[in-house]
């Protein structure tokens, strides 16, 4: 069956529900390590902003990890990633969680606008480094879901002079020490030709996804080629999205990049699609970022 846009209509609304009682309950540390809400370009709308966590000084290792959160392309915030984030800054990791720009009709906006939208916070965070007391040189970049694509997409980007040009993206930003993807949206182009109908195509991605020249530029599975740092991913048996690891892993070992895999095969419905992101007190979400957090101690 082909998801249409009254079935992605209800999931996001489902999904948007759930959201709101920690959005209610959370309360910004008063602590200056942390910077709330920061714009990365002039004049913002609501989600053109990003969280800074500095790591304690004595632990602090200078490394940058930025965090793309996940949300179907439709939904999410940054503070939904929170507890995911703090599991690296308490292992002496400065985190940014971004937020970007929704695919939404009204707004005209799409998915090559979230990858705009990113692609200037990550002009941002390099432009300011100073001002921001964070790590010019070493960053890490990690995403879940969606923001998994987005997370792979700029590590290749950023491998890569001809992509850096293709997005208008400086010569000067950093080659990341390495990218760690949960759960990712892989296959870009199988998922928008394959598992929609028209109308759900548009509602989920925008008119971007009729732009035939542009797709491959949007897909990680074309530019993996690209990528020269090494790999972590991870993801599970009751991921509806684990097709996309194995496909990821085939490629890998075809195209000779390093990398390493979790994947737990409990059949626990408690372990599902970034169940590290949004339940990151459970033993199975602490084995997944315990082996995240030794694989940027050792490549980052």
Known sequence: MKISSPMLGITIMLMDRSERPFLKSFKKPDNPLFSFDVPYVENPAERQHFDLFRADPEKRKNVLLIDIHGGAYLHGWRRNNYPFAQVFREEGYDVICGDYRYVEKKAKTDIK??????AAMFHYIKAHEGELGIAGDSWAITGDSAGGHFALLFAEILCDENLKNKWGMDANLPKPKCVLINCPVYDFQKAINGNF??????????????????IPYLDPRANLKSLSIPLFFSSCYNDFLKENVVLLEDDCQELGIEYEKVFLETRDKKIAHVHNIIAAELPESRQVNGAMVDFLNKKA
């Open 113 to 118: 606008t979230e990858v705009q939208d990113l």
């Open 197 to 214: 109908t028209k109308a759900g195509r548009l509602r989920m991605f925008g008119e971007a996804v009729n732009d035939k020249e542009l």
